[in-house]
């Protein structure tokens, strides 16, 4: 492999230190399961390969400034806001953990704003769905509750 290679995917001794001693915490004091874990050191890795990348080798000496051009990297590469929450929820956590072991004063994070996921529309019920709500068998159903599910479902004619 060539070192630029390399150096896209490597993640240095002292930020690997400091995510392995996270994740230790995450299984033992918070009893996360093994799937919050991989997660939390997925996104955390791939914070300390661009930060890597960018000149610093300790992801906890990393500033307000850098985790923006991080979240800025990850906007150009087209990731959803979603998946931006979620490596921030990580990077806020970890960054606590780094400040109840004194290895820092203060997060980067807290002065960042989440990006905006955008809000879907609920489901809304089909006509056929609505019928065999109300018409379910041995099924007492409040009349608020059937009056929200009409309205909801915009469905009059069945209501009404």
């Known amino acids: 492999m060539k070192k630029s290679e390399r150096e896209l995917t490597y993640v240095p001794a002292a930020s690997k230190a400091h995510i392995d001693s996270f994740i230790e915490m995450l ?3 918070k009893g996360l399961s093994e799937h919050t874990q991989q997660s939390y050191r997925t996104d955390l890795t791939k ?6 990348n960018q000149g610093l080798k300790d992801i ?3 500033t307000t400034e850098q985790l923006q051009d991080y979240l800025a990297y990850r906007f150009d590469k087209g990731l959803s806001p ?12 970890f960054f606590v953990f780094l400040i109840n072991k004194q290895v820092r004063v203060d997060s980067p994070v807290s002065a960042l704003a989440s990006p905006k996921t955008p809000k879907s529309l609920p489901a809304s019920l089909s006509e056929q769905q609505v019928e065999d709500l109300l018409s379910a068998p041995g099924q007492m159903i409040p009349l608020n ?3 929200k599910v009409c309205w909801k479902s915009s469905m009059q004619r069945v209501c009404g």
């Open 60 to 62: 906890a000496l990393i």
């Open 27 to 29: 299984w033992l004091e």
């Open 82 to 93: 979603r998946s931006t929450q979620r490596a921030l929820s990580a990077i806020r956590a």
């Open 145 to 147: 509750v059937a009056t």
């Open 47 to 52: 914070l300390a390969i661009f930060s890597n």
